[in-house]
């Protein structure tokens, strides 16, 4: 074997020797991949098509022990570093050129504790994964709405899902995490241990360190009522009118989405995706007039098991995709965010794009903006547009329609954004996530990653 060429977390070209690289594969009780080796590329590919990294060594972990021993390797050798939990962030992120790629995807355990309501979890489990153990015993915590989604990068930017507003974000239901920081040490983080570290990392998580275990808080969930009611494009503005007025009025047990996307067979539609988590009697009543209002082609709500209501997104979300997104939050749908959506729906470049208002109110908005270092708590919709499309040469054209949209929405949305929805942005974007809490969280940064070995995030750059 000959050298191997690698990056530097400051993006220079070196060279490591064959003994050193067969060195750090022998302390590993995972396996250690090259470019050429069976299952190098598969653990480099992204939900995001448009990313394509190829990192000169991945460490496939197999424990915390694998993860200290890359985090030491990589200090040592001052190695670009990424951390790949469930490979669906958006801005691609999880996977570096020419650096050492720390590859979780083998990292799966998950141990429910019914008694105490909790449940553990390595940073591998996607949220199907955890929801169908957590639903063996009735109970669920919060971890996104498309399955595929990695719990990890999830949780540790927010975790927005059906039960933000009975339960909060994944982070307001983290117990605790084991993470490895940039000193090569395990730590265990929670409300009573390294409480610095555990607020930063609900919230600026990707930032301080590698999380090898998530302990949950566990609630019981389900059946719930939900599903969608569709409506022709034509109706559009009155119905996301409508759906500003209804959604301003629910109780925690109710959340509700609203849409903009195209049916399989090529119609363009609005719909409204209601998740209703309590008496199923209760939430008929307070469904009926979303149901009842103007004249849906379509209305599949119904009571469905929780599991089933975490998937009903997943067949628009395939990976592999090309995709590009660009996002913000507010507290007030603008009837010019609503009349641009529809203006640029007419023109929809692609039928797999998605323009969404993902609403979240109830005990997610009763969590101090301070509390955790997830900020933007008094924001009640991000408004999301989802662009995605699969032939290269639509590239361009998809792009511009979507940075065409959001200047139109810019001026009436706040100034803040959703860690988690991110692509490559640049700064101004990534402090914007962080809002009011960014001074602190470049405080315990420089505390617990002077030299910014975690990088490949929204960055949050220490100050030595
Ligand atoms: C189809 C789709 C649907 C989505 N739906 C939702 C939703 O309903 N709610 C919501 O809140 N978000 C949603 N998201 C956004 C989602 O939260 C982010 O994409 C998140 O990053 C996914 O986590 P992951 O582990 O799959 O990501 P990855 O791409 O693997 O990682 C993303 C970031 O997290 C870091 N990271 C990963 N694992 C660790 C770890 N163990 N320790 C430290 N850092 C780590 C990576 O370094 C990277 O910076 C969705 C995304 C997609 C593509």
Known sequence: ???????????????????????????LRGSLLRHGDGGYDEARKLFNGMIDHRPALIARCAGAADVIAAVQFARQHDLLVSIKGGGHGVAGKAVCDGGLMIDFS???????????????AEPGVLGAELDRETQAFGLAT???????????????????????SKYGFAIDNLRS???VTADGTLRTASATQQEDLFWAIRGAGHNFGVVT????????????????????????????????????SQPDELQTWAGILTLPDGNPV???????????????????PLRRFGTPIADTVAPLPYVAMQQIFDAAF??????????????????????????????LPSPFTVILFAELHGAYSRVGKTETAYFHRDLQYDAIILSGWTDPADTQRNIG???????????????????NDLGDEGEDRARSAYGGNYARLVALKTKYDPTNLFRMNQNIRPTV
């Open 1 to 27: 074997m000959t050298a191997l060429r690698v990056i530097t977390s400051e993006g220079a070209d070196t060279f490591l020797d064959a003994a050193t690289v067969q060195d750090f594969a022998a302390r």
């Open 106 to 120: 083998r990292m799966k355990s998950i141990r429910v504790d019914p008694t105490e309501r909790t449940v553990r």
């Open 142 to 164: 919060p971890v996104g709405t498309v399955s595929t989604t990695g719990i990890a990068g999830l949780t540790l930017g927010g975790g927005q899902s059906w039960l933000a």
């Open 177 to 179: 995490v084991d993470i």
């Open 213 to 248: 275990s998530f302990e949950y808080r566990l609630h019981p969930v389900g059946p719930v009522l939900g599903g969608l009611v569709i409506h022709p494009l034509s109706q559009a503005v009155e119905v996301l009118r409508f759906y500003r007025e209804f959604s301003v």
């Open 270 to 288: 609005v719909a409204l995706a209601p998740c209703y988590v309590g008496s199923l009697e209760e939430g008929e009543r307070l469904l009926s």
């Open 318 to 347: 395939p990976p592999g995709r090309l995709n590009y997104w660009k996002s913000a939050l507010t507290s007030h749908l603008a009837d010019e965010v609503i009349e641009a959506s529809v203006e640029y729906a007419r023109k």
């Open 401 to 419: 329609w979507t940075r065409e949209l959001f200047a139109a929405w810019e001026p009436h949305l706040a100034r803040a954004a959703y860690v």
